[in-house]
């Protein structure tokens, strides 16, 4: 069988097919590490110096302006590797400086204390930035005679006959100047970049069209990977895993595809009544138990086969994403169509869900609790029956089902019990430099379970290179604005493969099969 890997772009006027080809340059056709050099190049049969990937028309793109980038075959045991590109930059077309303004008005209206502490100050600039230009716009509709009179003397109707060139040539120039500028970074930067942003996380209504678009897009290619049929019916099934890959703003709209594809596939299984009813799910019981020991959840009973991963001291998201790769096993040897095995962010504003997403952190755990947002681990429920809390209920509500061990169905929000998630982030300093739209998720996504936080996602430093301690490694440094530079080699290609390449490579687990 061979695998998936889906490529969902971030925010700005994207070229169809740029962010996958240079994700497949750096993680497929430069890394030597995936395929034995020895091996003549699958493409001239002569000596290999790079990896083969080739380009091919596919109409489960449903587009003529995207291919499918297609790899040789790792080994005998690994097959070759499909990368496609969700490209949904089309669908957010048309964004007016009405519809970003009145989203950075509701980012300014809030209290200091409702703002995260690490974007604070970004913050209050751009709060100085607003208060300048609305100076200048009453600069440039008062006479300036008057508004120099009103500054520094006294407000007298005689002020407007007291002029001067300085106020009557220079101020206006400079001022025209300034707001040229102004107008220049609205259209240039922030319409054409943040007003991705905008549009899509404020559920406005008309904006709400859009999201609907680009989410139902997107859950449509990933069912069609897993072999499902239009009307939702099993097809014939091509792979065996999926990743799904997401850059800055995409790692939002992946982080809702992903949730509302496994709500329409969780309870959805090949398998007939009677064999699932007769099955067991002893990973399923053994992650659960995991969850419930870190979050010390009170139970009378727990019926879970000991297992030394089972125990508060040794939770870590190593055993966690383990055991979520056994679970997912599990669950497809039952029959379910969810191959997704791991979701990687770069550069995720996910790390904001309580600035973006919600208007406070309670806002947000709230919406998390009531499986609004799914969170990692997911979040349980106490079953009357097994007298322990789940992220999965009863099959078809089975009254005699007290056993943990019966097979059981995951909850819509539980997508996170079989999909890794790791995230790549660039500590940022003095708002440039770093990545200040990136960050850790597990304060955010992580589960709350009785007023403890459990953590599955895996969060990796990166851009620069740092030690156990999070200090940054000698010889590196914080880049400038790094946003855009996870799967980038930089300008000097030939250099030995850098820190955050590898961390990449290997958050991929291509011969992870």
């Not at 549009?199 to 069209?209: E, S």
């Not at 190593?318 to 599990?330: I, M």
Request: glycine share 6%; aromatic share 10%; proline share 6%.
């Amino acid at each position: 069988m061979k695998q998936a890997v889906v490529i969902i772009h971030g925010m700005g006027e994207q070229i169809p097919m740029e962010t996958l080809q240079g994700f497949v340059e750096t993680v497929w056709v430069r890394d030597d590490s995936l395929i034995d050099e020895a091996r003549p190049d699958s493409a001239t049969g002569g000596p290999r110096y790079e990896n083969t990937v080739w380009s091919k028309p596919d109409r489960r793109n449903r587009s003529f302006e995207l291919r499918r980038m297609t790899t040789e075959a790792i080994d005998s045991q690994h097959g070759s590797t499909d990368f496609f590109e969700f490209y949904w930059a089309h669908l957010m077309y048309g964004t007016t400086w009405e519809q970003l303004k009145a989203w950075v008005i509701d980012l300014l209206w809030r209290s200091p204390a409702r703002v995260p502490p690490r974007i604070r100050g970004a913050w209050i600039v751009l709060w100085i930035i607003s208060v300048i230009v609305a100076l200048c716009m009453i600069a440039a509709f008062v006479p300036f005679a008057t508004l120099r009179s009103c500054l520094f003397n006294n407000c007298v109707a005689e002020a407007s006959n007291q002029t001067s060139f300085w106020w009557l040539v220079v101020v206006p120039v400079l001022v025209g100047v300034f707001g040229a500028i102004v107008a220049s970074l609205v259209n240039i930067f922030l319409l054409k970049y943040f007003g991705d942003v905008a549009r899509y996380v404020k559920a406005d209504p008309l904006n709400v069209a859009r999201r609907q678009e680009i989410r139902e897009k997107g859950v449509q290619l990933l069912e069609t990977l897993m072999g499902r049929e239009a009307d939702g019916m099993p097809g014939k099934r091509q792979y065996d895993r999926i990743v799904v890959v997401a850059h800055s703003l995409g790692s939002i709209v992946a982080y809702d595809i992903l949730s509302h594809c496994f709500a329409r596939l969780n309870t959805a299984s090949d398998l007939d009544e009677k064999t699932l009813r007769g099955l067991q799910q002893p990973e399923r019981t053994k992650l659960e138990s995991m969850i419930r020991s870190v979050a010390d959840t009170p139970a009378k009973e727990d019926r879970t086969p000991k297992d030394p991963l089972d125990t508060t001291t040794n939770f870590t998201v190593d055993a966690f994403q383990e055991q979520q790769a056994r679970c997912l096993k599990e669950l497809n040897e039952q029959g379910s169509p969810w191959i997704v095995s791991d979701f990687i962010t770069l550069g995720s504003p996910l790390s904001h869900a309580e600035f973006l997403l919600a208007a406070n952190l309670a806002d947000l755990r709230k919406a998390q609790e009531r499986r609004i947002l799914p969170t990692c681990p997911p979040m349980m429920e106490h079953d009357g029956k097994t007298k322990l809390r789940h992220f999965t209920f009863r099959y078809k509500d089975d009254a005699t089902a007290s056993d943990p061990l019966t097979y059981r169905v995951p909850h819509h929000a539980a997508l996170f019990a079989y999909t890794r998630w790791t995230n790549l982030h660039s500590p940022h300093s003095a708002i440039l430099w770093g990545d200040i739209i990136s960050g850790p998720l597990a304060s955010q996504f992580g589960a709350t379970i009785n007023d403890r936080q459990v953590n599955g996602i895996r969060d990796l430093q990166v851009l620069p290179e740092r030690d156990k301690l999070g200090q940054v490694v000698a010889g590196q440094r914080v880049p400038f604005f790094s946003h855009t530079q996870y799967w980038s080699f930089g300008s000097l290609p030939d250099r030995p493969t850098p820190h955050h390449i590898r961390v990449l490579r290997q958050a991929l687990r291509l011969k992870d099969r």
